[in-house]
């Protein structure tokens, strides 16, 4: 039973270009959760997505930043029009319907020059 | 507004012995606590979790308590095993079932041979 994949782990990008995340949560998980960790910080709720549907996006700065997670494929965290201080390790979780324990993938970590 | 707090960066134990991570929250709303494991480069991989309405909870060498009046939760890791040196964090989340994780900022355990 494979865990929460996240691609790609590493992925650097110039100030004003696109950073496309993705994420395919586990196995029968309906639930998928965007965190973002910045140096020496802990994690920070971004975004909460059920299939086709944006729960909760509290976390999610209110410009350059998407999220989707369609009927059909990954969750996908959007970044348009990089800037330094987005660069951060972002973490994808999933969880099974009425769930509080999440499970997160190992993350990608994003650089922008 | 950090609401979830872990006020010791660090935390170095001799191997065998007891070790114990505390963490505070401040808001009142959050009914469910969960413990993970982080190692550099890697997501956090969940320990333990205890709900608001038990005082303890226990697996294998973990335990968590929780005591609700002082909003305060630790734990313990007894006995203390080299491979347990890691970033522990601590986070919360209010209404049982598919909730946004607040954590802590962690704390860094290194336990020494």
């Known amino acids: 039973n494979a865990g929460v994949m996240q691609n790609p782990r590493h992925l650097v990008r110039r100030r004003g270009q696109e950073a496309r995340l993705r994420c395919s949560p586990m196995?029968?998980?309906?639930?998928v959760y965007w965190y973002r960790q910045l140096p020496e910080e802990g994690l920070k709720f971004m975004v909460y997505l059920q299939k086709e549907n944006i729960i909760d996006e509290s976390g999610m700065p209110k410009e350059r930043f998407s999220a989707e997670f369609p009927k059909e494929g990954p969750s996908i965290l959007r970044i348009q029009q990089v800037v330094r201080g987005d660069s951060a390790a972002y973490f994808c979780?999933?969880?099974?319907?009425?769930?509080?324990?999440?499970?997160f993938g190992p993350g990608t970590r994003l650089t922008v020059l | 507004d950090q609401q979830v707090k872990q006020n010791s960066p660090s935390l170095s134990v001799q191997e065998g012995r007891i070790s114990i991570l505390n963490c505070d929250y401040t808001n009142s709303m959050f009914d469910y606590f969960l413990w993970y494991k982080k190692y550099p480069a890697e997501g956090p991989t969940f320990l333990i979790s205890i709900s608001s309405i038990k005082d303890k909870n226990e697996d294998g060498r973990f335990t968590v308590f929780l005591n609700k009046s002082a909003k305060h939760l630790s734990l313990h890791i007894v006995p203390s095993q080299p491979g347990d040196s890691a970033v522990y964090f601590c986070a919360a989340s209010s209404n049982f079932g598919n909730e946004k994780l607040t954590f802590g900022t962690g704390t860094r355990l290194t336990i020494i041979p």
């Open positions: 196995k029968g998980h309906s639930h």
């Open positions: 979780a999933s969880s099974p319907k009425r769930s509080n324990e999440q499970f």
